[in-house]
C-alpha cells in the first residue's frame, strides 16, 4: 500500500442538492456533555460542505441519545443509532458506517479530541481520486499526542510497532480513531472486520481486499475537557487479540485466547487451594472439591468481567449464570477425561493424553458457555394481561 503525507488542502463544496458530501460517524457512551460542544465544532469546521453527524450511541444512562434527538429536532443534520444490549467502539463505527448517507465517512470520537477542522481537508484529500483512506496522525511533523503521560506514550509506541511489524500497515499512527475512507472501500472491508474492541482503523486496513492508498494528515491530540477517558487495560488486550485474529486470519477467535487464559488462572488457583488445604490435614477429596469450587468461581468472575465484558452479566441474570457455567465445565471435565482415556490408550503417552484432554474441555467450555452463559438473547417476558367485561 502506498502511503503519503500531505499537508491539508481546501475542500470543494460543489454536489448535487440535498446529498450530504461527508458522513460522520462519532461512537458515543455517556457523551452527553460533549454532544452539542462536536455539533457545534463540526458545523463551523464544515462551512457550506453539506454534511451529517451520525451518533452511535451504546445506550448511555446519562441521556447521550436524548441530548442527540434534541439537537436534531433543532434543525441540524444529526441522527442517533441507539444501541441496546451492544457495546463497543469499532463494531458502533460499522453500524454507523453502514447507515451512511454519503459517498466518503469520517471517524471522529464524541470527546472533541480530535480535530474537527480537518475534516474538509480529510475529504478534499479523498475526492481529489488520489487516496482511498485518510488519517489523521498523531506521530508526523505537525502533529501531537497532548499532555499524555510517558506510560501512555509508551504503550502507544510498543501498539504501533506491534502493527506494523504483525500486520505491515506502514503508517505511522495505525492506532488512530480519526480518519476519512471511501464509503465503497469500507463496504468492500465490512464482511471481514473482527468489529472488536476500538482499533477500528487497523482492523479496516488489515481487512481490505486489495492494498490501499493512504494519506496522513497531521493532528494535535487535545486533552479531554468533559466526561471520563475510556482507555483501560482491557483496550490494550483487545488490541493484541485483534493481532491475533488478523495474523491468524481467523482461525483463532481472540476470546478464545482470552478465555483461555483465564482458565490458566484457574488451573493455578486450583493448586494453590489444593496444596493450602493439604498443609492443613484436609481430605484430598475436601480439598479437591473447595479447590474446584474456587475455581470455577474465580473463572467465573473473571470472564464476566473481562471476556464477554460487552455482555456483562448483572444482579440475578448474574447468579443463574453462575449455575449455568458450573454445569459447563463440569460436563467439560467429564469430556476432557474421557477424550485423555482415549488418546492414552490409542498412544500410550501421558502428556499427549493430558493436552488432548484439556484442549477438548477448553473448546466445549468455551463454545457452550459463549451461547448459554453470556448469550446475547434474552427469554422475552411475559406480558400482563388485564381483561375488562365489554362495556354494555
Same mark, same amino acid.
Given at each position: 500500500? /502506498?502511503?503519503?503525507?500531505?499537508? @491539508?488542502?481546501?475542500?470543494?463544496?460543489?454536489?448535487?442538492?440535498?446529498?450530504?458530501?461527508?458522513?460522520?460517524?462519532?461512537?458515543?457512551?455517556?457523551?452527553?456533555?460533549?454532544?452539542?460542544?462536536?455539533?457545534?465544532?463540526?458545523?463551523?469546521?464544515?462551512?457550506?460542505?453539506?454534511?451529517?453527524? *451520525?451518533? +452511535?450511541?451504546?445506550?448511555?444512562?446519562?441521556?447521550?441519545?436524548?441530548?442527540?434527538?434534541?439537537?436534531?429536532?433543532?434543525?441540524? @443534520?444529526?441522527?442517533?443509532?441507539?444501541?441496546?444490549?451492544?457495546?463497543?467502539?469499532?463494531?458502533? +463505527?460499522?453500524?454507523?458506517?453502514?447507515?451512511?448517507?454519503?459517498?466518503?465517512? &469520517?471517524?471522529?470520537?464524541?470527546?472533541?479530541?480530535?480535530?474537527?477542522?480537518?475534516?474538509?481537508?480529510?475529504?478534499?484529500?479523498?475526492?481529489?481520486?488520489?487516496?482511498?483512506?485518510?488519517?489523521?496522525?498523531?506521530?508526523?511533523?505537525?502533529?501531537?499526542?497532548?499532555?499524555?503521560?510517558?506510560?501512555?506514550?509508551?504503550?502507544?509506541?510498543?501498539?504501533?510497532?506491534?502493527?506494523?511489524?504483525?500486520?505491515?500497515?506502514?503508517?505511522?499512527?495505525?492506532?488512530?480513531?480519526?480518519?476519512?475512507?471511501?464509503?465503497?472501500?469500507?463496504?468492500?472491508?465490512?464482511?471481514?472486520?473482527?468489529?472488536?474492541?476500538?482499533?477500528?482503523?487497523?482492523? *479496516?486496513? /488489515?481487512?481490505?481486499?486489495?492494498?490501499?492508498?493512504? %494519506?496522513?494528515?497531521?493532528?494535535?491530540?487535545?486533552?479531554?475537557?468533559?466526561?471520563?477517558?475510556?482507555?483501560? =487495560?482491557?483496550?490494550?488486550?483487545?488490541?493484541?487479540?485483534?493481532?491475533?485474529?488478523?495474523? %491468524?486470519?481467523?482461525?483463532? @477467535? @481472540?476470546?478464545?485466547?482470552?478465555?483461555?487464559?483465564?482458565?490458566?488462572?484457574?488451573?493455578?488457583?486450583?493448586?494453590?487451594?489444593?496444596?493450602?488445604?493439604?498443609?492443613?490435614?484436609?481430605?484430598?477429596?475436601?480439598?479437591?472439591?473447595?479447590?474446584?469450587?474456587?475455581?470455577?468461581?474465580?473463572?467465573?468472575? *473473571?470472564?464476566?468481567?473481562? %471476556?464477554?465484558?460487552?455482555?456483562?452479566?448483572?444482579?440475578?441474570?448474574?447468579?443463574?449464570?453462575?449455575? *449455568?457455567?458450573?454445569?459447563?465445565? /463440569?460436563?467439560?471435565? =467429564?469430556?476432557?477425561?474421557?477424550?485423555?482415556? =482415549?488418546?492414552?490408550?490409542?498412544?500410550?503417552?501421558?502428556?499427549?493424553?493430558?493436552?488432548?484432554?484439556?484442549?477438548?474441555?477448553?473448546?466445549?467450555?468455551?463454545?457452550? &458457555?459463549?451461547?448459554?452463559?453470556?448469550? !446475547?438473547?434474552?427469554?422475552?417476558?411475559?406480558?400482563?394481561?388485564?381483561?375488562?367485561?365489554?362495556? !354494555?
Amino acid at each position: 500500500m /502506498s502511503v503519503d503525507v500531505v499537508s @491539508p488542502p481546501r475542500a470543494d463544496s460543489g454536489a448535487s442538492a440535498g446529498v450530504p458530501q461527508l458522513s460522520i460517524i462519532s461512537p458515543a457512551y455517556n457523551e452527553r456533555a460533549n454532544i452539542r460542544p462536536l455539533v457545534a465544532a463540526v458545523a463551523a469546521a464544515m462551512g457550506g460542505t453539506r454534511w451529517e453527524l *451520525i451518533v +452511535v450511541d451504546d445506550d448511555s444512562p446519562d441521556g447521550t441519545a436524548e441530548e442527540v434527538f434534541a439537537i436534531a429536532g433543532e434543525g441540524y @443534520p444529526v441522527r442517533c443509532i441507539r444501541r441496546i444490549g451492544r457495546r463497543g467502539l469499532a463494531s458502533a +463505527v460499522v453500524e454507523g458506517a453502514l447507515a451512511a448517507n454519503a459517498a466518503v465517512i &469520517a471517524v471522529i470520537d464524541a470527546d472533541l479530541q480530535h480535530d474537527e477542522k480537518l475534516l474538509p481537508a480529510m475529504l478534499a484529500l479523498i475526492a481529489a481520486g488520489d487516496s482511498d483512506l485518510v488519517v489523521g496522525s498523531r506521530h508526523v511533523d505537525g502533529g501531537g499526542v497532548g499532555d499524555w503521560s510517558k506510560d501512555r506514550q509508551a504503550m502507544s509506541s510498543f501498539a504501533t510497532w506491534c502493527a506494523n511489524l504483525a500486520l505491515g500497515t506502514g503508517i505511522s499512527d495505525p492506532m488512530s480513531g480519526f480518519f476519512a475512507i471511501r464509503r465503497d472501500v469500507f463496504h468492500a472491508s465490512v464482511h471481514d472486520l473482527s468489529q472488536q474492541g476500538y482499533k477500528i482503523l487497523l482492523d *479496516i486496513i /488489515s481487512s481490505a481486499p486489495h492494498a490501499l492508498r493512504i %494519506t496522513e494528515i497531521p493532528y494535535v491530540f487535545r486533552n479531554r475537557v468533559e466526561g471520563e477517558s475510556k482507555v483501560d =487495560l482491557m483496550i490494550m488486550l483487545e488490541f493484541l487479540f485483534l493481532l491475533i485474529e488478523k495474523v %491468524t486470519r481467523g482461525l483463532i @477467535p @481472540p476470546r478464545f485466547v482470552l478465555f483461555s487464559a483465564v482458565g490458566g488462572i484457574g488451573l493455578v488457583a486450583h493448586v494453590a487451594v489444593l496444596q493450602a488445604l493439604k498443609s492443613f490435614g484436609s481430605t484430598f477429596l475436601v480439598a479437591q472439591t473447595a479447590a474446584t469450587a474456587v475455581a470455577m468461581t474465580l473463572n467465573y468472575v *473473571i470472564n464476566n468481567s473481562v %471476556t464477554y465484558r460487552s455482555q456483562r452479566l448483572r444482579g440475578r441474570r448474574f447468579v443463574i449464570g453462575y449455575f *449455568i457455567f458450573c454445569l459447563v465445565c /463440569s460436563i467439560g471435565t =467429564l469430556a476432557n477425561i474421557g477424550v485423555a482415556d =482415549l488418546v492414552l490408550a490409542d498412544e500410550g503417552n501421558w502428556a499427549l493424553a493430558g493436552v488432548a484432554g484439556a484442549l477438548m474441555s477448553a473448546v466445549f467450555n468455551f463454545g457452550v &458457555a459463549t451461547q448459554f452463559v453470556w448469550s !446475547q438473547r434474552r427469554r422475552p417476558r411475559r406480558p400482563r394481561v388485564r381483561r375488562s367485561p365489554v362495556a !354494555q
